[in-house]
Nanobody, 118 residues
Framework: QVQLVESGGGLVQAGGSLRLSCAAS???????LAWFRQAPGKDREFVAS????????YGSDSVKGRFTISRDDAKSTVYLQMNSLKPEDTAVYYC????????????WGQGTQVTVSS
């Protein structure tokens, strides 16, 4: 069992930056790690993922060039650097982890709120 704990959310003005962190209780080096987000009244949305080899996928053009996902397996942590934030980025952000060498996500964090004011 892997437990995930997100941190780094908060209130920021439009154009600002935040870095989210997600610390895992166990090994991450063999897992696909990802960030999702859910805005009020909307479905959960895939933001970005990074696999064990370092390959990265972003979910939509709206975050490409502004968000960067990275991982530090020595710290069992995945990060999401968010720059040039917009009010539409306001959401609860969740991290997720797969099983060993799998692409689907078996483990989820509790989420961290990101609010971007205009």
């Amino acid at each position: 069992q892997v437990q995930l704990v997100e941190s780094g959310g908060g209130l920021v003005q439009a154009g600002g930056s935040l870095r989210l962190s997600c610390a895992a209780s166990g090994r991450t080096s063999t897992r696909r790690l990802a960030w999702f987000r859910q805005a009020p009244g909307k479905d959960r949305e895939f933001v970005a993922s990074i696999i064990w080899s370092g390959g990265v996928t972003y979910g939509s053009d709206s975050v490409k060039g502004r968000f960067t996902i990275s991982r530090d397996d020595a710290k069992s942590t995945v990060y999401l650097q968010m720059n040039s934030l917009k009010p539409e980025d306001t959401a609860v952000y969740y991290c997720a982890a797969s099983g060993d060498y799998r692409v689907t996500f078996d483990y989820w964090g509790q989420g961290t709120q990101v609010t971007v004011s205009s």
